[in-house]
Each structure stands twice: as structure tokens, then as C-alpha cells.
């Protein structure tokens, strides 16, 4: 009777969990890092693994353009996850690890919404399904190829292989450079340049509705008196803010006196879409005097061009606080 013997040459082929567990630990952990982070980690490695891929492209010019840079470090960064589901669940076929990896992305961005100064984003759920589609057909060609084979040695290998070289190059990407990335999908308005009210841009197409439709009827009110009204900043990525608040930081000698001027991302009320900044001079003092008229009030004494809906309509604007530091 022997049950011991045959119950293991039975199952030669079925092995241990081996180095999928720590893979999975390691790139989950990654992951977790990196979109669920502290905000000022997260905006830094973001732009650092941006700039990185840029740095990486940089021999083809054109062939990545700016905006899609983010894009193309969110699919690296579920190509491991895809990777290893498929490993994991090679039995059961690529969709499942599929629908495993989509599920994860969508679980990060509701992570996210929890966050403060956090903007989850269906870009972003959309690029990091397309990394873990990526990470399942790579595991399940070198699968089947490994089958093929018929050779039992490469696996660990194959199976290290897939999981180092998209971190590799996120790696890589992230050392090879420093220089900061921000586009116009951050909000980013370029030094000196104003937007309309009514411009197709994330800086204005995310702010709150309520906010933006009140910043257009300013806007045609203020044209109807002779006036452009234009918006200077509007929506901003937390990476962004966060690039503005170092910038604050190194102005202004530290965080305390930064924060008399710029807000961080936590606290900003442009990353959550609640703010705009006006300008030129002459729409800022039209503005404070006709802005109540839609609710819109000058919340910082001393940014006569920030503003926020702070009352109802035809209502009185509050004091504004002296800065955004007290306010
Ligand atoms: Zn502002």
C-alpha cells in the first residue's frame, strides 16, 4: 500500500509556488508604492520614470510624443502584474489573468479616490489594463514556447526574465533622468500664456462643473463690458502642484514660506478642481467686483487672482484669508 509514493509520482509536475510569490510580493509592493505612495514620493517617481522614458525614446524622435509618456510608464507598470497572473493561472487560460489585471488597475484608481489631492483617472485604468494584457500574451507565448521545448530548465529563468525586464526599464527609465515632464494632460499652462474660459483642456475641462460654467458666464460677461477674461491656471495634476510647491520651496527657503503662496497637493484647491487663477490685471479687479454676481469670490487677500465659487449666486463674498497658508 503504498499511498505516500504513489500520491507523489502522481503529481511530479505540480510544483510550489517557487518564485511567483516573491515576484508577486515584489511587484505588488512596487505598485503600492508607486500610485498609492506618499504624494510627494508619488509625483517625483512619476516624473522621474516620465522623464525617464523620454530619455529612453529619445533616439527616435517623435516616436513617443510628450503627452504620451505618462501613458507609456502606466503600461510598463502592469506588464509584471499581467506577467504574473498569467503564470500563476496558466491553467486557466489568458482571460481570467486579464480580467485579474483590469480589476487591479480599476482597484488602484478607487485606492486612489480615497487619497487626498489623489485624481483617479479612466486614462489611467484604460493604460494599466493595456500593460497587464501586455504582461499575459508575453507569459503565454514563452509558455507555450517553454512547452514546446519540452524543457523543464528555462522556466525559472523565462519566469525571472519577465518579471526583471519591465522593471528594468522602469528602473532604468526612472535613474536615467531627472528633468521634470508636465504636459497639458497635468493642467500645465505654459509661463505667460492664458487660456479661454472655454478652451478643450484639462486645465479647464476638469475643473468642477459648477465652477467652470461660472467662470464662462463671468467670461462672456466680462467681454460683453470689454473685458477677456481669461484663465492663467485652472485644474492641476497633483504632480504638478507638487512640482509647483517644491519650486515654492526653493524660492522661499521652506515648506512654511511656501505655503504663504502655493499649497500642496493635499491641499490645493486646483488639484480638486475648485480653483481657477484669472487673468490679465484688468480681469482680476472686474472679476472681484462682478464675480458674487456667479458666485465667484477672491478666497486669498493676497492672490487677487485666485478664485473659488464661495457663495450663492448674487450673494456676498466672505473676507478672504490673508493667505493660503492661514486660509
Ligand atoms: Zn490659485
Do not use: K
Request: charged share 15%; aromatic share 4%.
Amino acid at each position: 500500500m503504498p499511498t505516500t509514493a504513489h500520491r507523489v509520482t502522481t503529481t511530479p509536475h505540480v510544483r510550489g509556488p517557487g518564485l511567483l510569490v516573491p515576484a508577486a510580493l515584489v511587484v505588488l509592493l512596487a505598485i503600492g508604492v508607486v500610485t498609492l505612495g506618499p504624494s510627494w514620493f508619488v509625483a517625483d517617481a512619476r516624473r522621474a520614470v516620465t522623464a525617464g522614458v523620454q530619455a529612453l525614446a529619445a533616439p527616435w524622435p517623435g516616436a513617443v510624443h510628450r503627452a504620451q509618456v505618462e501613458a507609456v510608464a502606466n503600461v510598463l507598470l502592469f506588464v509584471p502584474v499581467g506577467a504574473l497572473a498569467a503564470l500563476a493561472l496558466r491553467r486557466s487560460g489568458p482571460v481570467l489573468p486579464m480580467a485579474l489585471g483590469a480589476g487591479a488597475s480599476v482597484l488602484v484608481e478607487l485606492a486612489q479616490t480615497a487619497l487626498p489631492g489623489r485624481v483617479p483617472d479612466l486614462v489611467d485604468v484604460a493604460t494599466n489594463t493595456t500593460g497587464a494584457v501586455l504582461g499575459v500574451v508575453l507569459a503565454t507565448v514563452c509558455l507555450a514556447v517553454r512547452r514546446r521545448l519540452r524543457d523543464r530548465r528555462p522556466r525559472r529563468w523565462v519566469l525571472s526574465a519577465l518579471v526583471a525586464a519591465p522593471l528594468l526599464v522602469v528602473g532604468l527609465a526612472g535613474c536615467s533622468s531627472g528633468g521634470g515632464v508636465l504636459t497639458a494632460e497635468h493642467g500645465h499652462v505654459e509661463e505667460g500664456e492664458e487660456l479661454s474660459a472655454f478652451a478643450d483642456v484639462p486645465a479647464i475641462t476638469r475643473l468642477d462643473d459648477a465652477l467652470r460654467r461660472a467662470v464662462q458666464d463671468a467670461a462672456r460677461e466680462a467681454a460683453a463690458d470689454g473685458v477677456e477674461l481669461h484663465v492663467s491656471s485652472g485644474w492641476r495634476s497633483a504632480a504638478y502642484q507638487q512640482s509647483l510647491f517644491d519650486a515654492a520651496v526653493e524660492r522661499y527657503g521652506s515648506p512654511e514660506a511656501a505655503r504663504e503662496w502655493v499649497l500642496g497637493p493635499e491641499e490645493s484647491s486646483h488639484v480638486t478642481g475648485d480653483a481657477v487663477d484669472i487673468g490679465p490685471t484688468d480681469a482680476m479687479s472686474w472679476l472681484t467686483q462682478h464675480g458674487s454676481d456667479h458666485g465667484l469670490c477672491q478666497t486669498y487677500a493676497n492672490e487677487m487672482w485666485h478664485f473659488e465659487l464661495a457663495v450663492e449666486p448674487g450673494g456676498q463674498c466672505p473676507a478672504a484669508a490673508t493667505d493660503p497658508a492661514a486660509g
